[in-house]
């Protein structure tokens, strides 16, 4: 629905209450009744039966709502039908007799009338004329633009209607919290309808509470008019009027329903009168705006269905389901390999399937809890490349078995978020890794080039962190333990004497320019030794083979973005390990890649995307250091089918495995195809 549909609701109430008072002021001013009103008392013979309902009213007072036409559908109730109406005869009376023009009469009318405010000038032909639609074609309105009254008024308005030969008569006019389409106007997108009871929010009673309506406007009298004395426009729940939006023909239709709804409690309300030219407009605009009150009506039983089977089959009104399967058909190619004579591998097709239950309490708070089932390729085993650098960067087997991969819960405090989680939290998720490509499901497709292995692997698992938001600098500090070793109450486990990671990250985050330095302090336990977290050379990950390890690890990265179609980054990492026990033996070991990212290539979502490295390397050591250098070349294309599928072709060659150049290369590929649900 545009915009201007819309707007034509708003204003459509303001119309129809205008058309009222000025039909009041009319007569009252004039003796003589208009050419519509004498028509219509006196076409007792026309087809039209709002005639007859004009005829019967300003004969005698009615007692109860007498049966009105199906057309106009102004009153149903049972109890209407018996009331005592006028027969033609004295329909035939009526419009015999001369108005009185007494000064006693008119007296009595003006009295009335003067106690509404005046309106701006306007004549009653003008207001019975069929109504033309606003522009259609406008666009469609934003949520914030739709917001509208957010409750019913009562009503308490005077209609005066002066009768043939005898004093005018004041009908007192009662109304109460409208039904069927009298309601409110939606006031964002139709599925966000109120589910609570008009009545029950708070009423707009008087012009002075809108804010942006003064008594120097020339409308001023007129809305006050409308909100004091018939509260047929109430304003916006802000407490503004906003007088000059557009109407759409939508929205007219929803305020000359709520008005027919004030009409039809107006008419079976005891003793009270309705002027003629009041009912041949309200037959004029139900018959102008027919389709539109249809339409409405159908939408809205349509959104009570939809609300009531969604509020029926609700998962839970706090958690949200994300799913995320990963299928990838991968293979190796190689000459003798490291250590093999032939290439042992051969094509083969596996999976990864994510669960996770994304729960909010308060709205800013996070509970995020995951099942994981694995089953891809590991190709750095002995039977395979046997080096970590042909790593997928989703590999795994947990034998087709769900089991519980991550569980931590992220709450605000301030300008500060918290982290903290028994299972699963890692060094990525904690602190900002400054690259397009750390998802293993949409990014990258080797283990390296995800991120930088120097401050972002590590042991890690459960712990806590602290990240502090300043603006476009950000500063995160957090401690994490092994997975295997946090759970664990044996001597020499625990959170404290297990493996862990302490990290520490100081970024400045902008739109063309990322920047962070990382320090991350690493513990491992001896039989748990792996720095570099399963990336580079074996002897990066074991320097001194399994004693206990610590190691001070620097990183920076850095993202260039000079548009959202380019980014052009990188990391460098430096470490330094030490051996606790069995000697005081220190190695250096450093990394680094180049990043390069083509953001919508081809078309919207898609990403072309290169990496290139050298893995991790030890380049001193009291021990033994690596004899040449590896390097990483990588290249992907995803192609984003929709927005839940996306197909990601890419291969990457390791020259020089296990920094030896006399191993032949390693070629990788992959075809991965990610269901994002």
């Known amino acids: 629905m545009n915009r201007t549909f819309w707007n034509l609701l708003l204003v459509s109430p303001t119309i129809l209450g205008l058309s009222s008072v000025v039909s009041a002021t009319a007569i009252a001013a004039e003796a003589p009744a208009t050419a519509e009103a004498n028509q219509l008392a006196t076409a007792q013979s026309s087809e039209s039966k709002i005639a007859e309902i004009v005829t019967e009213i300003v004969a005698e007072p009615v007692a109860a709502a007498p049966a009105a036409p199906e057309k106009v559908a102004l009153n149903s109730s049972a109890e209407a039908a018996q009331t005592p109406v006028a027969n033609s ?11 009185d023009t007494s000064a006693a009469a008119l007296q009595t009318t003006d009295s009335d009338i003067e106690s509404a405010a005046p309106i701006a000038p306007a ?28 409750s019913q008024t009562e009503v308490a308005g005077k209609i005066e209607v002066p009768a043939a030969s005898t004093p005018a008569t004041k009908v007192e006019i009662a109304q109460t919290v409208t039904g069927g389409m009298g309601g409110p106007i939606v006031p964002v997108a139709p599925q966000a309808l109120p589910a609570q009871q008009s009545g029950t929010m708070s009423q707009v009673t008087s012009v002075s509470q809108l804010s942006d309506v003064r008594p120097t406007d020339w409308a001023f009298q007129a809305l006050q008019s409308l909100v004091e004395r018939y509260s047929c426009i109430v304003g916006y729940p802000d407490g503004t009027y906003r007088g000059n939006r557009a109407l759409t023909r939508y929205e007219f239709a929803a305020g000359v329903n709520a008005c027919l709804d004030n009409i039809t409690k107006l008419i079976g309300s005891t003793g009270n009168l309705v ?40 998962f839970s009104t706090t958690t949200k389901l994300a799913g995320e399967a990963v299928f990838a058909v991968s293979d190796t190619f190689s000459g003798d390999g490291i250590r093999l004579h032939d290439d042992n591998t051969v094509t083969n097709f596996g999976y990864r399937v994510r669960l996770n239950l994304l729960t909010s309490f308060t709205g800013r708070d996070l509970l995020r809890t995951r099942l994981q089932a694995n089953n891809v390729a590991n190709y750095s085993a002995a039977t395979a490349t046997g080096t970590n650098m ?3 960067a989703f590999d795994g087997g947990e034998n087709s078995n769900f089991s519980l991969d991550e569980v931590y819960y992220r709450f605000p405090v301030g300008a500060a978020t918290v982290f903290v989680g028994p299972k699963g939290l890692d060094l990525d998720e904690i602190a900002d890794t400054v690259t397009p490509f750390n998802s293993t499901g949409t990014g990258a497709i080797s283990r390296f080039g995800v991120r930088n292995p120097a401050v972002f692997r590590g042991p890690q698992g459960a712990g806590a962190s602290l990240t502090f938001n300043l603006g476009p600098l950000r500063a995160t500090g957090g401690y994490l333990a092994s997975d295997g070793d946090a759970p664990n109450p044996a001597n020499g486990r625990g959170v404290a004497d297990g493996s862990f990671s302490a990290l520490g990250q100081i970024g400045f985050f902008s739109k063309p320019f990322d920047l962070a330095f990382t320090y991350t302090h690493k513990y491992n336990r001896a039989g748990d030794v792996g720095i570099m977290g399963g990336t580079g050379s074996s002897l990066a990950n074991r320097p001194f083979g399994q004693a206990t390890t610590q190691a001070d690890n620097y990183g920076v990265q850095v993202n260039f973005k000079p548009s959202s179609h380019f980014q052009l980054g990188g990391w460098y990492g ?26 919508d290539f081809g078309r919207q979502g898609n990403l072309l995307g290169f990496v290139f490295g050298v893995p991790p390397k030890v380049t001193e050591s009291d021990v033994k250091r690596d004899r040449n250098t590896s390097y990483h070349l990588e290249g992907f294309y995803r192609f984003q089918v929709n927005d839940f599928i996306s197909v990601t072709p890419g291969v990457y060659v390791i020259l020089h495995p296990e920094q030896n150049n006399r191993n032949d290369d390693i070629w990788v590929g992959l075809l991965r195809t990610t269901f994002s649900f």
Not at 89 to 99: F, S, Y
Not at 280 to 291: K, M, N, W
């Open 390 to 392: 042909a790593r997928l």
């Open 275 to 314: 002027t003629k030219d009041d009912l041949a407009i309200v037959q004029r605009l139900q018959e102008e705006f027919a389709a539109e009150l249809a339409t409405l009506r159908g939408r809205v039983d349509g959104l009570e269905a939809r609300t009531a089977e969604l509020e029926a089959n609700q």
């Open 89 to 99: 005869a004295d329909a035939e009376k009526l419009a015999k007799i001369e108005p």
């Open 574 to 599: 430096y470490t330094k390990a030490e051996q606790l026990r069995g000697g005081g033996n220190d190695a250096t070991i450093q990394n680094g890649a180049i990043t390069l990212a083509l953001a």
């Open 123 to 150: 004549s009653t032909a003008a207001a019975t004329e069929p109504l033309v639609a606003a522009d259609t074609a406008a666009p469609s309105p934003q949520a914030s633009d739709l917001a509208v009254p957010s």
